[in-house]
Nanobody, 124 residues
Framework: QVQLVESGGRLVQAGGSLRLSCAPS????????MAWFRQAPGKERDFVAA????????YYSDSVKGRVTISRDNFNNALYLQMSSLKPSGTAVYYC?????????????????WGQGTQVAVSS
């Protein structure tokens, strides 16, 4: 059974930093594009960042570009999201996803596996 388990979410003040982790189990995703999405209360799930497996190319939404870095540790089969200069608008549940099978890394429906999410709250 494939599982993705996120961790690292917590309450943080605006301007602060946070690192989220995603620990997959049940299979490796070293050859799969992995990504982070987030969903704020009452809103749709939005793309945050993605990382291609072979090229290492990183993709970021305009709203987080320059403040977020996505990375992976293939040895530990883990995915990370380093966030800095956090804003209250970043308050959301952050989801790790893998099993990409499409052409648009920012489209949630093109990912097969999802974690349960980790809550990030940014206070002003």
């Amino acid at each position: 059974q494939v599982q993705l388990v996120e961790s690292g979410g917590r309450l943080v003040q605006a301007g602060g930093s946070l690192r989220l982790s995603c620990a997959p189990s049940g299979r490796t995703f070293s050859s799969s594009t992995m990504a982070w999405f987030r969903q704020a209360p009452g809103k749709e799930r939005d793309f945050v960042a993605a990382l291609a497996p072979l090229s290492g190319r990183q993709y970021y939404s305009d709203s987080v570009k320059g403040r977020v870095t996505i990375s992976r540790d293939n040895f530990n089969n883990a995915l990370y999201l380093q966030m800095s200069s956090l804003k209250p608008s970043g308050t959301a549940v952050y989801y790790c996803t893998a099993g990409f099978g499409g052409s648009s890394v920012s489209t949630s429906s093109q990912y097969r596996y999802w974690g349960q999410g980790t809550q990030v709250a940014v206070s002003s």
